[in-house]
Antibody
């Protein structure tokens, strides 16, 4: 059974940093692209980042480019999201998702972790 | 950026009723994917590559479309189908989602 378990969320002040983690199990982690998707309270879904199988390629929307960094450790079956210079508009539930690269979509999602950016 | 417009924003359907949700893209996309999100839960892949049902999805659901116009249809509404449905395109970066259609039980 595919499982994705996020951790590392919490309350952080604007301008500070936070690092999210996602522990994957139930599949061969190194064979799949992975992604982060977020959802602001009572809002829709927003793609945040994608990383290739080896970690050599990463992709971001303009809203987080230069502030967020996605990375992975295939030996640990773990995905990470380093978030710097956080803004109030980054407040959201962050989901780790397995990313199918053909006709890209997200086939498994974690339970999500809440990040609140507030002073 | 490709903008996805879902309609209606909210709707209510009675058990047994046929339901159609639509998603229009601002530019042509190769495929459309759909997710179901029940209240308080994570999104689940529901339909991928326009018309393929994800594992465990009942066959009363179907997807269709091409170019800029796509739809998700429920042949006969059931209680458990009440949820928010999001469309998503992966044809070009940034990947984008529609704002969602909230489907309620009448």
């Amino acid at each position: 059974e595919v499982q994705l378990v996020e951790s590392g969320g919490g309350l952080v002040q604007p301008g500070r940093s936070l690092k999210l983690s996602c522990a994957a199990s139930g599949f061969t982690f190194s064979n799949y692209y992975m992604a982060w998707v977020r959802q602001a309270p009572k809002k829709g879904l927003e793609w945040v980042a994608t990383i290739s199988t080896s970690g050599s390629r990463t992709y971001y929307p303009d809203s987080v480019k230069g502030r967020f960094t996605i990375s992975r450790d295939n030996a640990k079956s773990s995905l990470y999201l380093q978030m710097n210079s956080l803004k109030s508009e980054d407040t959201a539930t962050y989901y780790c998702a397995r990313h199918r690269n053909w006709a890209p979509y997200f086939d498994y999602w974690g339970q999500g972790v809440m990040v609140t950016v507030s002073s | 950026e490709i903008v996805l417009t879902q309609s209606p924003t909210t709707m209510a359907a009675s058990p047994g009723e046929k339901v159609t949700l639509t998603c229009r893209a601002s530019s042509s996309v190769s495929y459309m994917h759909w997710y179901q999100q029940r209240s308080g839960a994570s999104p689940k892949l529901w339909i991928y590559e326009t018309s393929k049902l994800a594992s465990g999805v009942p066959n009363r659901f179907s997807g269709s479309g091409s170019g800029t116009s796509y739809s998700l249809t429920i042949n006969s509404m059931e209680t458990e189908d009440a949820a928010t449905y999001y469309c998503q395109q992966g044809s070009s970066y940034p990947y984008t989602f529609g704002a969602g259609t909230k489907l309620e039980l009448k």
